[in-house]
């Protein structure tokens, strides 16, 4: 087995989760709904197709799920800034979040470029 993948994946659900939480204590104000929506729903589809990716049976299958996390990863990212410029949400758990989002960008940036003939 390739540990390799499976970290990666244990990644994507753990900030899939973090995210969760994260929105969760946004102010349900129509801005916290909104912007917390569209985060759940990015962080979670990121970790989602990066699961479906894993089966996929060529590389151009792969790139293409991997090109959708990566479109919802980038997602995610600007919608963290947004909240941070506006102050919503714990500030602290915000650039935990940016980080990790961007650390995954990379990897998954990588992967793509790699796997293109």
């Not at 947004?82 to 940036?109: A, F, W």
């Amino acid at each position: 087995m390739d540990n390799k993948k499976f970290d990666l994946e244990d990644r994507f659900v753990q900030l899939a989760a973090e995210i969760t939480l994260f929105c969760k204590g946004l102010p349900s104000d129509f801005t916290g709904q909104y912007y917390g929506n569209q985060l759940l729903r990015s962080g979670g589809s990121a970790a989602l197709n990066f699961g479906e990716g894993q089966g996929t049976n060529t590389n151009r299958d792969y790139r293409f799920k991997a090109s959708l996390v990566l479109k919802e990863l980038k997602e995610s990212r600007v919608n963290l800034r947004i909240l941070n410029k506006i102050n919503y949400g714990s500030e602290q758990i915000q650039n935990k979040l940016l980080d990790e989002t961007e650390q995954l960008v990379k990897i998954i940036s990588s992967i793509i470029k790699n796997k293109t003939p």
